[in-house]
């Protein structure tokens, strides 16, 4: 879920990629907010493709990480 959108995207500052990307809903006012908290499950239902593609493009070595610095620190 993604808060404060039209102030950081026309305030702070601007995306790099296209917020379609996006892998969750965006909100701009906080009681709305605080329901898709609270209905997160249903949430992470519905865009856990989504998520997939976005983690696949933004962090492809999730999970990963860890293992292989603590393969080559402990040899």
């Known amino acids: 879920t993604f808060y404060y959108y039209d102030e950081y995207k ?21 009681d709305i907010l605080l329901k898709k908290i609270k209905g997160i499950s249903e949430i992470q239902e519905e865009y856990k493709e989504k998520y997939k593609m976005f983690n696949a493009i933004f962090n492809p070595y999730r999970g990963v990480c860890s293992a292989r610095y603590l393969e080559e620190w402990m040899g």
């Open 10 to 30: 026309n305030k702070m500052r601007d995306f790099y990629f296209s917020v379609e990307e996006l892998p969750g809903p965006i909100v701009e006012e906080e």
